[in-house]
Antibody, heavy 119, light 110 residues
Framework: QVQLQQWGAGLLKPSETLSLTCAVY????????WSWIRQSPGKDLEWIGE???????RYNPSLKSRVTISVDTSKNQFSLKLTSATAADTAIYFC?????????????WGRGTLVTVSS | QSVLTQPPSASGTPGLRVTISCSGS????????VKWYQQVPGTAPKLLIY???QRPLGLSDRFSGSKSGTSASLAISGLQSEDEADYFC???????????FGGGTKLTVL
């Protein structure tokens, strides 16, 4: 059974960089696509982007200028960085399995990390 | 304003059937497959339906999905109290080059 465990800083000041990591347990990260998705306090869901060990990252154009998603196959982990954070980036951030290879359905999810951006 | 449109709320009595609609456009539902997720407050979304009408292994057949043109529906039969949750539809959008979601429908079991 695949499990995703995620972690990262939960409180940021405006202009700081959001940084989260997701570790994959019970399966290999290789051979799949992995995504980051966030949910605003109003419960709106937004796909941030995806990564695969064999393919380059793909980002939501609305966030592309500030997002970097990377993968470390040796640790079976993938990561998200979002620069120049503002209050609008306050959300629960989820890592999930799925992307281009599944035609964008997400079948395994992390528990979510609440990130608050506040001065 | 979400790209996919869902009713904000739905309700039903135990044992009966409820449907939740999801309306999109030619660039998303009209040309790509629809997914449905269930989210109990405080937890991550759970995949219910993929490729318009496919259920993940082990998921109850009380849940079913359908798609027609630029709209899709999720039906839940034999409603149970544990079905009380938020439900989201999703699809890839060719114009936006991103996954788009509905705003979610809060299902209340009366």
């Amino acid at each position: 059974q695949v499990q995703l465990q995620q972690w990262g800083a939960g409180l940021l000041k405006p202009s700081e960089t959001l940084s989260l990591t997701c570790a994959v347990y019970g399966g290999s990260l290789s051979g799949y696509y992995w995504s980051w998705i966030r949910q605003s306090p109003g419960k709106d869901l937004e796909w941030i982007g995806e990564i695969s060990p064999i393919g380059g990252p793909r980002y939501n154009p609305s966030l592309k200028s500030r997002v970097t998603i990377s993968v470390d196959t040796s640790k079976n982990q993938f990561s998200l960085k979002l620069t120049s954070a503002t209050a609008a980036d306050t959300a629960i951030y989820f890592c999930a399995r799925g992307g281009y290879d599944t035609l964008y359905y997400f079948d395994y999810w992390g528990r979510g990390t609440l990130v608050t951006v506040s001065s | 304003q979400s790209v996919l449109t869902q009713p904000p709320s739905a309700s039903g009595t135990p044992g009966l059937r409820v449907t939740i609609s999801c309306s999109g456009s030619s660039s998303n539902i009209g040309s790509n497959t629809v997914k449905w997720y269930q989210q109990v407050p405080g937890t991550a979304p759970k995949l219910l339906i993929y490729y318009n009408d496919q259920r993940p292994l082990g998921l109850s057949d009380r849940f079913s999905g359908s798609k027609s043109g630029t709209s899709a529906s999720l039906a839940i039969s034999g409603l149970q109290s544990e079905d009380e949750a938020d439900y989201f539809c999703a699809a890839w959008d060719d114009s936006l080059s991103a996954v788009v979601f509905g705003g979610g429908t809060k299902l209340t079991v009366l």
